[in-house]
Nanobody
């Protein structure tokens, strides 16, 4: 059974940093794109970042570009999201996702989802 388990969320002041991790189990994803989405209650889940299977290609939402960095360790079947200079508008539940499609930002193209980790940024 495939599981994606996020960790690293929490409460941080504006301007601070957090590092999210997502560990996959049940199968290896070293040929899949891995990524992060986020969702605020009452709003659609939105794309944050993805990284291809080699780690050589990344994609970011404009709202996080320059502040967030996605990376992965295929040996550990884990993807990370380093979040710097956090803003109150980054407050959301962050979800890890895996896709067999190399360049998609679309939720519908994600094959597996984690249950999410809450990030709260205070002003």
């Amino acid at each position: 059974q495939v599981q994606l388990v996020e960790s690293g969320g929490g409460l941080v002041q504006a301007g601070g940093s957090l590092r999210l991790s997502c560990a996959a189990s049940g199968r290896t994803f070293n040929r899949h794109t891995m990524g992060w989405f986020r969702q605020v209650p009452g709003k659609e889940r939105e794309f944050v970042a993805t990284i291809n299977w080699t780690g050589g290609s990344t994609d970011y939402a404009d709202s996080v570009k320059g502040r967030f960095t996605i990376s992965r360790d295929n040996a550990k079947n884990t993807v990370y999201l380093q979040m710097n200079n956090l803003k109150p508008e980054d407050t959301a539940v962050y979800y890890c996702a895996v896709s067999a499609i190399s360049t998609s930002r679309l939720k519908v193209d994600m094959d597996y989802w984690g249950k999410g980790t809450l990030v709260t940024v205070s002003s």
